[in-house]
């Protein structure tokens, strides 16, 4: 459940902080919406009904009830939140369901939402071309570019190269510092070099499919996804779904603070994560006395 409540009046701020509407339209200057996919629901998402200035920002992947707990304790007047809460038509507003919750307390709190998604994704220099930053790059360019964009637009990425995969999962699990699950090709060992990597961050398996790529790397895909991919020769690295995206926010922080002059306070949600953990230990049966206490 969703706790806190902002006060009327909120902490002085040494910011000047800047109205929202200049923030949403550095937003769009930056990842302008007309990028994101069709079937996407991004931009301004959630209008407070009093207009205030927006001193502090709070970055988040998701936007579930911890973390908008999270935002009003921290006094937030704005969340960007990667992943759109606000994405079905709602029919109402109630306390039913959590995604209802958090839409009623951003605007019993006066919290605004906006939401970039897929135009991140598709952005030179977005989410695509963070993940790919894992992978030692010779050439790069997407695997569908965007007609009349500025080049590098474009949904998902394909990188040339000349790396071993055992080098690769292991910078690939600094880079989002976590760990990652590999789904091997019958084909490759740890030690087999790729030449051809294709990224897509999330869920990634339309997007790849009938790719010409030795290896894939992406959030997440389905039991019959990978198989597909590894009948086909290509070896798949999975990394859970806002695992191969969470770590954009870290460098999109400094980028917006400068849009923003410095005039707005800027936090990396704490509360955030993947809904999946990946136990890399047996888990231990408890004792007797354990489970008496």
Partial sequence: MIRGTVSILRRMSTLSGQKLATVVQELENFAP??????????GLLIE???????KKILLTNDLTEPV??????????????????????????TKSNWKERVVAACLANSIALYSPHTAWDKLNGGVNDW?????????????IPEPNAPEGTGSGRI????????????????????????????????????????????????????????????????????????HNGTTVLLCNHSNSERGYLREFKPILSERLQNACE?????????????????LQTPSAQQVEQ
């Fill in 131 to 143: 993940l790919a930053k894992s992978v030692n790059i010779n050439n790069i360019k997407p695997l």
């Fill in 33 to 42: 919406t007309y990028l994101a996919e069709r079937w996407d629901n991004v």
């Fill in 68 to 93: 908008v707990s999270e935002a009003i304790e921290k006094q937030i007047d704005l969340i960007i939140s990667y992943h759109p809460p606000i994405f079905k038509p709602l029919t109402r507003i």
């Fill in 159 to 230: 990188i040339e190269t000349s790396s071993p995969i055992f080098m690769i999962v292991h910078q690939l699990q600094n880079h989002i510092q976590n760990n990652v699950h590999l789904a091997l090709a019958v084909t490759h060992t740890s030690k087999s070099v790729v030449n051809t990597v294709a990224i897509c961050a999330g869920s990634g398996a339309s997007l790849l499919r009938g790719v010409q790529a030795d290896l894939v790397i992406t959030g997440e895909m389905t039991h019959h996804e990978l198989l597909e991919f590894n």
């Fill in 266 to 282: 800027i936090v990396i949600s704490d509360i955030d994560k993947d809904p999946l953990h990946t136990v890399v230990k047996p």
């Fill in 48 to 54: 407070p009904y009093v207009e205030r200035d927006v």
